[in-house]
T-cell receptor, first 111, second 113 residues
Framework: QKEVEQDPGPLSVPEGAIVSLNCTYSNSAFQYFMWYRQYSRKGPELLMYTYSSGNKEDGRFTAQVDKSSKYISLFIRDSQPSDSATYLC???????????FGKGTLLTVNP | DVKVTQSSRYLVKRTGEKVFLECVQDMDHENMFWYRQDPGLGLRLIYFSYDVKMKEKGDIPEGYSVSREKKERFSLILESASTNQTSMYLCASYRQGNTGELFFGEGSRLTVL
């Protein structure tokens, strides 16, 4: 079983749709959870950061962590064409430098 | 504004050439990383440095070496480039004690012919 699983998509939605992106993981020691956004031909940038279980909201973005199910989600409300990018989940147990990344989901929001 | 700068955005090299990829960060971060990113394989860690002159192998160090002579600069070296090293290379930095926020450069797209 891979440590982090993320559906690669591609995912194509109309403008204004609610988008749900997900990752599952196997390592119960993970307690820091992140979503990175990567535009085409650019490096990833941190979008959301969550510690342990629960929800975190930032504008149109909501990150959810369910540690009991080993499942994390990113919701995008009122999606915009500018949200078109690859979204990478990442996680860490906090003991060292190493982040474990999902392979990324390519999202296209059509005007 | 924090910045990680990779000196070359696009490079084309021939098999057997020595390749240097340079990365500079202006955030005084202790930790720096080199990843490669390939379709279907995601981000894979090549090397990591937690201090000047210190380095650790990541998941795929074969065929690569690194140099960190100054805190702000981390170089990735391909001693003898091969076609399977054609990839996007991403440099990142990270403050000690932080638990997740990597700052990435814009990437260096290397093609080996």
């Amino acid at each position: 079983q891979k440590e982090v699983e993320q559906d690669p998509g591609p995912l194509s939605v109309p403008e204004g749709a609610i988008v749900s992106l997900n990752c599952t993981y196997s390592n119960s020691a993970f307690q820091y959870f992140m979503w990175y956004r990567q535009y085409s031909r650019k490096g990833p940038e941190l979008l959301m950061y969550t510690y342990s279980s629960g929800n975190k909201e930032d504008g149109r973005f909501t990150a959810q962590v369910d540690k009991s199910s080993k499942y994390i989600s990113l919701f995008i409300r009122d999606s915009q064409p500018s949200d078109s990018a690859t979204y990478l989940c990442a996680m860490s147990d906090g003991s060292n430098y190493k982040l474990t990344f999902g392979k990324g989901t390519l999202l296209t929001v059509n005007p | 504004d924090v910045k990680v700068t990779q000196s070359s955005r696009y490079l084309v090299k021939r098999t057997g050439e020595k390749v240097f990829l340079e990365c500079v960060q202006d955030m005084d971060h202790e930790n720096m990383f080199w990843y490669r990113q390939d379709p279907g394989l995601g981000l894979r860690l090549i090397y990591f440095s937690y201090d000047v002159k210190m380095k650790e192998k990541g998941d795929i160090p074969e065929g690569y070496s690194v140099s960190r002579e100054k805190k702000e600069r981390f170089s990735l070296i391909l001693e003898s480039a091969s076609t399977n090293q054609t990839s996007m290379y991403l440099c990142a930095s990270y403050r000690q004690g932080n638990t997740g926020e990597l700052f990435f450069g814009e990437g260096s797209r290397l093609t080996v012919l």
